[in-house]
């Protein structure tokens, strides 16, 4: 029993060892394919964007990461047709809308990875909250709030005791925003590939 108690022990000390804080800055490409519902279609401009994270490693194989993140997030809606009587010869158009906007993201994930030599490779998933602004208030457009689910994984590559770079893929799946008064909710959702690269400092 006293031969289990202390290896018990050990564990728990070598876990609270490994136990580590970081806190990185990235930059990221959003990308996000086009949706349709309702008879709108959907494009979202593929743009870029950074993120701050606090991640914090509790034993050798479980952390949790606290990020914010912002990207431009431009929406362009299609869809619906009007008759526009002379001198368009009573031609159906197609009606569009392009509203610029803002996105930002907080999330809080769970991490699983492990330490080889000056490597961390690692998964993640968790949630969080989603806000896209419409970057030009108008009587035309509206905010967006929904909830986001967050996938993905990545690499950490120590250079110094303290810092290293981080290279991870972060999936984002919610729902379609709708920004523009104008057409209706597309009641579709969204998968956005985040791919990005940054600095950690090892705390």
Not at 134 to 149: E, I, P, R, Y
Request: charged share 10%.
């Amino acid at each position: 029993m006293r031969s289990w108690a202390l290896l018990v022990v050990v564990a728990l000390c070598a876990g609270v060892a490994r136990a580590q804080t970081d806190l990185a800055a990235s930059v990221y490409g959003a990308f996000t394919g086009s949706v349709t519902g309702n008879g709108v279609t959907q494009s979202p401009a593929n743009q870029g964007g950074a993120m701050v994270e606090l991640h914090h490693q509790s034993n050798p194989l479980v952390g949790y990461a606290l990020t914010y993140s912002w990207n431009r997030a431009d929406q362009r809606y299609t869809g619906g047709q009007v008759t526009c009587g002379l001198p368009c010869g009573n031609e159906p158009t197609t009606m569009t809308a392009h509203v610029p906007a803002n996105a930002h993201e907080v999330t809080a994930a769970w991490e699983v990875g492990v330490h080889v030599l000056n490597l961390r490779p690692f998964l993640l998933a968790g949630g969080g909250v989603l806000f896209h602004q419409a970057a030009q208030s108008s009587s035309g457009t509206q905010n967006h709030t929904a909830g986001v689910l967050v996938y993905g994984g990545g690499v950490d590559v120590g250079l110094l005791p303290h810092v290293g770079i981080r290279a991870q893929y972060r999936g984002n799946v919610y729902s379609a925003p709708q920004l523009s008064t104008a057409f209706s909710s597309t009641k579709a959702f969204f998968n956005t590939a985040e791919p990005m690269v940054g600095v950690y400092l090892r705390f």
